[in-house]
């Protein structure tokens, strides 16, 4: 299952890649410093060891990120023939446990998200992203336009299902916030390919029409957040509370920031989640716009470097793989940091290699270690 | 293509980055810092009232108010009806009260109840666990500590209405302070009130102290030091006591105010603790109008007393000597219609002297007529200064009125009205008809005429002293002189030997003011015995009783002027009163005065 790497393959490491990859999560942790400060502060280690350290969600990531290394070195390992073997395989488990999660998950803050495995806790919908993912590089792949480069509505048939299914048993948990990543994934994937402008437009033309019935079947408290995302004032103390302060964080960091464990919204604990899903405000507070345009370019980079992999991909499966781990790397990007500064609704989305938690870390560093293997494997593509 | 996108959404992100923390960047940071920092005002204590001997007029006591912190509070509503049960008060109006301070921060205390008596506290500290959120505060309140006395002049304070919000004059105050209303303590406001210190606190989201970030002290207000005498002032209002009406004392030499009583009063203490309704709507709306300074605001018909002020015009202007004697057979006949001397026997043939020692309508009838009303005016109006507010500091003032021919054809619409008939001038001779003077328009011209032609501008404050000490303002060591009369001064010396006669000469109006003979102080004055036009036509009410009158009579040291509203005739009813005031001031033994005989006035007749 494993293949080999070879040797000629290691010349072809993307060291750029690399760089802003364990930039970003090194820029997150002097983050997560601040935002997790606590003077008196002891760190218990997985029940291993216990640590006198003023910040337990900084020192727990850095392991999460020595962890998120070794899982890029196993996603590395990983070729995209053994992905594409197993890629419906993976996609059936992770829909299995979908089910059984909408049967006998755990409630968790009022959805139903996790699975309880002997002590062992699975979000099953962390695996789907994947599934998606590949699973989509397959049927794409395989199936490509049939006259030209671009599909007809007819033939996005199975590609909709693909994604619509598990879209819809997440949306269901509800985890708003995931399904829709993975939405914008297998879309991007598609639209990647090419699509013609009158399945577009019959596309878009449905998603309106349907919206009004999605919007019916959203619960209370999704609806409210979208509405006090159009006007967070009207209420400040209930679903408004974490935007404004979210907003006041952003904003009171003016040009430079408040300075370094400065930020008044962080350290008082105005601002919630800030370890988590609002990390980048606490940039944001602290380190002023300087610091927001910075870790922004640096995602940018790291875009850039992971589509150009992409594009040098040794076929077509490869390719729309390194492009829906690049394009959900990137949504979470945009949604998040589009959360924490007003502009998209609260979804409870973590900011990729920066917020506080391992599964995401890991998941994240698997896909981007995925991504690094097919870069690596592109020669063999030319020399075969 | 992706790239392309990707490079567009950074930028989207990065231009919303900059609207946020460039553009509006100040507007958060403050933002941050009100959530950060809460506010805690501590009022500051309002200056003391005192009297020109230092005594103590008003101070300020701890007083406890109910307070609610909203941000403590799950269910305000609740908190507040239950406590409104508690305390046997409408739930809707401490409702109400909570919400019109609404405006303010969720964690800053907002005013329920003020001045709660200790009773009360014990039920609502019994409650406590029910009332989450309610606090008891501790701040200074108003210590009247001689109730009612001067109760006008001093004035009282009240929470700031919403419309006095608004007034730029109140900038900076806020929802919830108090303010001085009328008197002193409205005229003083800015001196009084101090400075508001505050406390800022830093807390963290859940609402918990994390430090200090700064702190004001309150700073006191400044001392107002008053020329009134509390002895004297006593003594003038319990004269007043259960009747209607006014005393002012004024030292003639300088124009200090001594005393200033008025009743019916209200008790300024009951604006410090919560007011029932009825309370308010009889001090606003109660035919008793306990709420008008009826020293200043009182425009009273003078009667007798404004004959001092045309013999002064008559004299003056050469109409009459002192020696020409006139008959006075009762009455006098005008236009066919008999005008009525007080006297309807008549006093014979009078000069001026015993004219207004015997107050002889008929005589200055005659010396009216002479005059004519605009030569009364000239120097009522002009000379004296009746018809003008005097600008004593305590609040607003009734003008009164003199009449005079343009004064008619001003008034009045209709052109018959508007001309001046010979025989309105009569009535006015003798201070009748439309003539109105407040009690102080009066003792400050019995002041101009015994001071030998000064008309001056009353004065109740002495100095402002602020809490440290320093003396802010300060009353000019002399008089503040408005006109100097220059009249011949021999004019000054016969009415005050006139004067002296009403209360001395065995056929004066006026003994009851004098005071005993071993003071061997001689007292000057006027009676006064005014009509009063009926306003419910049919009904007659008693005449008002008018004394006007000084002391000593060779270099007078106090005026004072009193009127009891129905309170019959001026010399059986309010001369007692003025000599009272005069027996305080001089120290004399309270003894009744020698009985003089003399056959009693009659009231008039219409």
């Known amino acids: 299952m494993v293949a080999r790497i070879r040797k000629g393959v290691l010349s072809n490491f993307d060291w750029v890649f690399l760089t802003f990859a364990l930039l970003i999560p090194l820029c997150g942790l002097v983050v997560l410093f601040s935002a997790g400060y606590d003077a008196e502060g002891t760190v218990d280690l997985f029940g291993l060891l216990s640590v006198n350290f003023p ?128 939405g914008i994934v297998g879309i991007t994937q598609i639209l990647f390919v090419g699509v013609r402008p009158k399945a577009l437009l019959s596309v878009v033309a449905s998603v309106l029409i349907l919206a009004y019935p999605a919007w019916e079947m959203l619960h209370d408290y999704q609806q409210r957040r979208i509405l006090v995302l159009l006007d967070p004032e009207s209420d400040p103390r209930g679903s408004g509370y974490h935007i404004t302060q979210s907003k006041i964080a952003v904003g009171s960091g003016e040009l430079f920031g408040k300075g370094y464990r400065q930020g008044t919204q962080t350290q008082l604990e105005f601002l919630p989640e800030h370890t988590t899903d609002f990390v980048f405000s606490v940039l944001a507070e602290e380190w002023g716009f300087v610091g927001c345009v910075t870790l922004l370019g640096l995602f940018f ?46 979804v409870g989305i973590p900011l990729p290699l920066v917020s506080y938690g391992g599964s995401s870390m890991l998941s994240i560093m698997f896909g981007l270690g995925i991504v690094q293997g097919i870069g690596m494997r592109r020669l063999q593509f030319r020399a075969g | 293509m992706a790239l ?80 409104a049960e508690i305390v046997g008060q409408d739930p809707a109006t401490l409702l109400e009260k909570l919400t019109r301070q609404g405006k303010r921060s969720k964690y800053e205390p907002k005013l329920i109840l003020r ?71 409205g005229r003083y406001e800015r001196y009084l009130q101090g400075e508001r210190g505050s406390q800022a606190v830093i807390v963290n989201a859940s609402g918990n102290k994390i430090g200090a970030a700064y702190s004001h002290l309150a700073l006191p207000g400044s001392d107002i030091v008053l020329t009134i005498d509390r002895k004297l002032q006593e003594i003038a209002d319990r004269s007043l006591a259960g009747r209607k009406g006014a005393i002012v004392a004024m030292n003639p030499q300088t124009g200090e105010i001594l005393a200033a009583a008025a009743a019916p009063r209200f008790s300024p203490g009951i604006f410090t603790s919560e007011m029932s309704k009825e309370v308010w709507t009889d001090l606003i709306e109660g035919k008793d109008h306990k709420l008008t300074n009826r020293v200043t605001q009182g425009a009273y018909p003078p009667g007798s007393v404004f004959k ?43 000069n001026l002297f015993e004219a207004i020692v015997q107050s002889c309508d008929v005589y200055f009838y005659t010396v009216g007529q002479r005059l004519g009303v605009d030569r009364i005016f000239r120097y009522a109006h002009d000379i004296f200064d009746f018809g003008e507010p005097t600008g004593l500091d305590v609040g607003d003032e009734s003008s009164g009125l003199i009449p005079s021919t343009q004064w008619k054809a001003r008034y009045f619409r209709n052109p018959e009205d508007k001309k001046w008939y010979p025989g309105e001038t009569l009535p006015v001779s003798i201070g009748q008809g439309a003539v109105t003077t407040t009690p102080l328009q009066v003792a400050r011209g019995i002041s101009a005429i015994v001071n030998g032609g000064k008309v001056l501008k009353p004065r109740v404050v002495m100095k402002v002293v602020a809490s440290d000490g320093r003396v802010l303002e300060q009353a000019p060591a002399g008089p503040e002189i408005i006109r100097s009369i220059d009249l011949d001064p021999t004019i000054f010396e016969a009415l005050k030997k006139a004067m002296v006669g009403v209360v001395e000469h065995p056929r004066g109006t006026g003994h009851k003011a004098a005071l005993p003979k071993v003071a061997m102080i001689s007292v000057g004055g006027k009676t006064g015995t005014a009509q009063v036009a009926s306003k419910e036509s049919g009904v007659k009410d008693d005449d008002h009783a008018w004394f006007a009158g000084f002391a000593p009579a060779e270099d007078p040291k106090i005026v004072v002027a009193a009127i009891l509203e129905n309170g019959g005739h001026g010399g059986a009813a309010a001369a007692p009163v003025v000599q009272d005031l005069f027996a305080a ?8 005065p020698l009985p003089v005989d003399t056959k009693k006035n009659k009231n008039r007749r219409p």
């Open chain 2, 115 to 185: 001045d709660v008596s200790r009773d009360m506290i014990a039920k609502i500290s019994a409650q406590r666990h029910r009332l989450p959120g309610v606090i008891i505060s501790v701040v200074p309140a108003r210590d009247y500590v001689n109730g009612e006395l001067a109760a006008h002049l001093v004035g009282y304070i009240r929470e700031i209405s919403g419309d006095q919000l608004k007034n730029t004059s109140y900038a900076g105050y806020r929802m919830g302070d108090v303010v001085g209303q009328s008197g002193i303590e």
């Open chain 2, 308 to 350: 001092i002020f045309v013999a002064a015009a008559a004299l003056a202007e050469g109409v009459v000597t002192p020696q020409e004697k006139f008959r006075c057979p009762g009455y006098m006949k005008m236009g066919g219609r008999r005008f009525h001397c007080h006297k309807h026997s008549g006093h014979g043939s009078v």
């Open chain 2, 585 to 592: 001031y001089f120290g004399v033994p309270d003894e009744e």
């Open chain 2, 4 to 83: 392309g996108l990707a490079a567009f959404c950074v930028f989207a992100l990065t231009l919303r980055l900059w609207h946020l923390q460039i553009i509006k960047g100040e507007f958060f940071r403050d933002r941050s810092e009100n959530n950060r920092l809460r506010t805690v005002y501590v009022p500051p204590s309002r200056g003391l009232i005192v009297d020109r001997n230092g005594e103590v007029l008003v101070r300020n006591r701890p007083s406890l108010n109910v307070d609610l912190v909203i941000e403590d509070s799950p269910n305000p509503t609740d908190t507040i009806t239950l406590l």
């Open chain 1, 301 to 346: 980079g790291l875009f850039a470097s992971m589509l150009r992999i992409a594009g040098r991909a040794r076929d077509m499966f490869a390719c729309l793989v390194a492009f829906g781990i690049t394009a959900q790397v990137f949504a979470h990007v945009v949604i998040n940091i589009g959360m924490v500064i007003g502009l998209l609704p609260v």
């Open chain 1, 55 to 182: 910040s337990s969600a900084c020192l727990k990531q850095a392991t999460y990120i020595l962890l998120g290394m070794v899982v890029m070195g196993i996603g590395m390992a990983i070729s995209s023939q053994t992905l594409h073997r197993y890629a419906f395989g993976l996609y059936g488990v992770a829909l299995v446990l979908l089910i059984a999660v909408a049967g006998f998950g755990v409630v968790v803050n009022g959805s139903r998200r996790w699975l309880s495995l002997g002590g062992i806790n699975l979000q099953p919908a962390e695996f789907m992203k994947l599934g998606v993912i590949v699973t989509m590089a397959r049927v794409l792949s395989r199936r490509p336009p049939k006259n030209g480069a671009a599909y007809a509505l007819t033939e996005l048939f199975v590609p909709a299902l693909v994604i619509g299914i598990p879209m819809f048993l997440i949306a269901r948990q509800p985890d708003l916030g995931t399904a829709l990543s993975l």
